[in-house]
């Protein structure tokens, strides 16, 4: 079985830190950088919530 896939890449607002990250479902990841759910991580502490850039894969094999 298939699921699907995205790399993503988010910045802050002076656009001055970037992150990249791989998720399989993108839209509840932006939403849990947006709402800092993970206090201590690295695009909490450096406000990383713009989505700059995303390509979808056709999916990550499941096992």
């Known amino acids: 079985m298939m699921k699907p896939a995205f790399i ?3 910045t802050n607002k002076y656009q ?6 791989v998720t399989s ?3 509840q990841r932006i939403m849990e950088h947006k ?7 690295f695009s ?8 700059v850039y995303y390509e979808h ?3 990550l094999a499941m096992q």
């Open 16 to 21: 001055t830190v970037v992150y990249t990250g």
């Open 57 to 59: 894969f056709n999916g």
């Open 35 to 41: 709402e800092k759910r993970h206090p201590n991580s």
């Open 8 to 10: 993503y890449i988010i």
């Open 44 to 51: 909490a502490r450096y406000s990383l919530n713009i989505l």
């Open 25 to 27: 479902n993108l839209a």
